[in-house]
C-alpha cells in the first residue's frame, strides 16, 4: 500500500497488538483475527519512498464475518474510521470498537 496515512497506522502498530482482518476489494468484511509479529521496519518492495510494513500472525477466524454494511449500520460503530474512509487500508480501532466487532463477530479475543 502506498498511502501516508495508513503507512503512519503500521508505523503506530506494537509488537503483541490484535488486528482484524479485513478483505477490502469484493467482500468487504472483517473475517478473522491476527497479532503484530514483528513492528514497523522498511517495506523490502519498495522501490523508493519512506514505506513500511509489519509482520502478523494469523489467530483466528471470526466465527461470523462483520460486513462493511453491518458496521456502517451499527450505533457502536459509526464513528469507525473505516466508515468514514472505506478505502484506508490500515487504521486504528478503540478498544470498544474492537470488544464490539467481536461481540457482531461472535468471537471470543484470542
Known amino acids: 500500500m502506498r498511502n501516508f496515512q495508513a503507512r503512519n497506522n503500521l508505523r503506530a502498530m506494537k509488537q503483541g497488538d490484535f ?6 476489494v469484493s467482500e ?4 478473522g483475527i491476527a497479532k503484530v509479529h514483528k513492528e514497523s521496519y522498511p517495506d523490502p518492495t519498495a522501490s523508493e519512498g519512506d514505506w513500511c510494513c509489519v ?4 489467530q483466528k477466524p471470526l466465527v461470523k464475518p462483520v460486513t ?6 451499527d450505533k457502536e ?18 478498544a470498544s470498537q474492537f470488544r464490539r466487532v467481536l461481540k457482531l463477530g461472535k468471537t471470543k479475543a484470542p
Open 19 to 24: 488486528v482484524f482482518f479485513y478483505h477490502s
Open 28 to 31: 468487504k468484511q472483517v473475517v
Open 55 to 58: 509482520d502478523l500472525v494469523p
Open 68 to 73: 462493511l454494511e453491518i458496521i456502517r449500520s
Open 77 to 94: 460503530l459509526k464513528e469507525m474510521k473505516l466508515v468514514k474512509q472505506s478505502r484506508l487500508s490500515v487504521m486504528p480501532l478503540t
